[in-house]
Antibody, heavy 122, light 106 residues
């Protein structure tokens, strides 16, 4: 059974960098899938942030691309998210998920981690 | 940028059929996925590739996609199906989510 677990600070100051790690168990991040980050502001909908392949290949949401960097650590079976210059608008629950991107230009997210709330406040 | 539009809310009586729509330009030319999110929980995939159900998802969940609209149908809706539902598609190397539909079973 594949499980994902997000970890990282729950509070980040404005203008600083948000850093999260997703630890995967039950599957290898080198298994041929992409791995993604999705966020959800309190009471709002889902927003895709980006997805990464174990080789380092990435897809990013164009609206966040200038502030986001994702990386993968195949030894630790983890992938990570860094988002710079955060503001209160970046306050959200951040989820990591396995991203089943296929060659037919389609994808779906399954399974998801439980999510971690990150609050941006001084 | 590509947009997916969902009705904010849908209501259904227990045992009846609920239909939740997701609209986007030529959405039928893409594959749509659907996610169920119960209060305080992470989303769960219920439909992928328009019509496929992951293992463990009840048969009462089905999907279709044609023209500009994808539809999630829940037959014989149960109170435990009350949740937010999000559609999602892939366009121009970007994953896009609909705004979500709150399904109320009453």
């Amino acid at each position: 059974q594949v499980q994902l677990q997000e970890s990282g600070p729950g509070l980040v100051k404005p203008s600083e960098t948000l850093s999260l790690i997703c630890t995967v168990s039950g599957d290898s991040i080198s298994s041929g899938h992409y791995w993604g980050w999705i966020r959800q502001p309190p009471g709002k909908g889902l927003e895709w942030i980006g997805s990464i392949y174990h080789s380092g290949s990435t897809y990013y949401n164009p609206s966040l691309k200038s502030r986001v960097t994702m990386s993968a650590d195949t030894i630790k079976n983890q992938f990570s998210l860094k988002m710079t210059s955060v503001t209160a608008a970046d306050t959200a629950v951040y989820y990591c998920a396995r991203d089943r991107i296929t060659s037919a230009a389609q994808n779906w997210f399954d399974p998801w981690g439980q999510g971690t709330l990150v609050t941006v406040s001084s | 940028s590509y947009e997916l539009t969902q009705p904010p809310s849908v209501s259904v009586s227990p045992g009846q059929t609920a239909s939740i729509t997701c609209s986007g330009n030529k959405l039928g030319d893409k594959y749509t996925s659907w996610y169920q999110q119960k209060a305080g929980q992470a989303p769960v995939l219920v439909i992928y590739q328009d019509t496929k159900r992951p293992s463990g998802i009840p048969e009462r969940f089905s999907g279709s996609n044609s023209g500009n609209t994808a539809t999630l149908t829940i037959s014989g809706t149960q109170p435990l199906d009350e949740a937010d539902y999000f559609c999602q598609a892939w366009d121009s190397s970007t994953a896009v989510f609909g705004g979500g539909t709150k399904l109320t079973v009453l």
